[in-house]
């Protein structure tokens, strides 16, 4: 998408886990965005020392030009860290262009507004398979959903469970409460190597599950393959990796059945529209992995309304503020409300939020301007 532009100023609002983004153009249209959660304090300086210089006071006539002379001058540099600090600019430039053109995001990438599927995505291990099941049941009773995902295996486990016994319990109990009509996701977070991935398939297969998350290391993708390759229901994967050349890899040989791009961690929208693209050539769906109820999962919803390749539903956190304190008065209102298991994607200009007043108050502010 061509249109010009130029950066006069760029704020940031920042606390250990979070960091928000304002630009100003020379004309003092503004746009909003955020970097990747997690660390974020680290980010932000990432952010002001190899993000903003570059582009401060530069003309630029595309989102790609901007993107491909920071990761030039920083070629030294690639990896996580600047990707996730350059989500910030790259979600502030949407949105500002949504702001200018009077138009959602999703519009501007040819989709349409309205509502999408949603599953409720649980992030605990720490839980007993009881206690899961009787939190999902509220849910799908409550607001409608059917479709949930719980973890199996501990992160990153070497194979071994998060205590002896509980993978085996919750492939059990919480297929059996949720009952028919509800699709069961599981997300084992790159637990085990393909042997055990594929014996654990077998008990997932008589309990009704229809998705198995990362199921091995992701930085062994062979191993990954030898599970696709081996069971009948959707092995996915690919949260963790933001190399372009990483994901032609993927999905040439096709290592899982759907890919999960996570937008902040790719970069922001302009490059996980790029592995939207890869993905739709090969016929292969995209469901974003979306772990947290920032401005990742708003992306997400309009990414998923336009793209021509999207899964079959929005990844929503069910963790609050136990699990997620940060996550409390981000926005103004509730964009993430819920009915009859459904999202409505924002339909006000550029990505349809505003971050909270309050919130804004409270986080650690920088600037880097002409």
């Not at 210089?53 to 491909?68: A, N, Q």
């Not at 502030?92 to 309205?114: M, R, S, Y």
């Not at 291990?125 to 799908?140: N, Y």
Request: aromatic share 10%; net charge negative.
């Amino acid at each position: 998408m061509k249109i010009n532009f130029k950066i006069k100023k760029l704020e940031t609002f920042t606390n250990t886990y979070v960091s928000v983004v304002k630009l100003t153009m020379f004309d003092d249209s503004i746009g909003w965005g955020q970097m990747s959660t997690y660390c974020a304090d680290i980010t932000c300086e990432i952010f002001h020392r190899q993000i903003a210089p570059h582009v401060i006071g530069v003309s630029f006539s595309s989102f790609d030009d901007l993107e491909e002379l920071i990761l030039r001058k920083e070629h030294k540099f690639p990896g996580s860290y600047i990707l996730r600090a350059l989500a910030g600019l790259d979600t502030a430039l949407w949105d500002w262009l949504g702001k200018i053109k009077e138009l959602p995001v999703v519009t501007l990438l040819g989709g349409n507004i309205g509502k999408i599927r949603a599953y409720g995505s649980s992030m605990k291990r720490d839980i007993t398979p009881q206690e899961e099941a009787q939190r999902l049941c509220h849910l799908r009773d409550t607001f409608g959903f059917n479709a949930f995902k719980f973890r199996i295996g501990s992160e990153c486990g070497e194979g071994k469970d998060e205590w002896e016994g509980r993978t085996e319990e919750i492939i059990n109990v919480v297929p059996k409460a949720l009952g028919n009509g509800v699709e069961k996701l599981v997300d084992a977070n790159s637990c085990y190597l393909h042997e055990d991935a594929i014996e654990i398939s077998k008990k997932l297969i008589d309990n009704d599950i229809c998705h198995f998350e990362e199921p091995c290391p992701y930085w062994l993708p062979e191993e990954t393959k030898k599970v696709t390759d081996a069971i009948s229901i959707d092995v996915t994967g690919g949260e963790q990796d933001c190399d372009l050349r990483v994901w032609q890899d993927l999905i040439d040989r096709k290592i899982t059945d759907v890919f999960q791009p996570d937008i902040m961690y790719m970069g922001g929208l302009t490059r996980s529209l790029k592995v939207a693209k890869m993905a739709a050539d090969a016929n292969m769906p995209c469901t974003p992995h979306a772990a947290n109820l920032s401005l990742v999962t708003i992306c997400t919803m309009h990414f998923l309304k336009a793209i021509p390749n999207a899964g079959k539903y929005l990844e929503l956190s069910i963790e609050g503020e136990d699990y997620y304190p940060w996550q409390i008065d981000l926005f103004d209102g509730n964009p993430f409300m819920v009915l009859d298991g459904e999202c409505s994607v924002p339909d006000s200009p550029g990505w349809g939020v505003q971050f909270s007043k309050k919130w804004l108050e409270k986080s650690h502010y920088r600037v880097c301007e002409i």
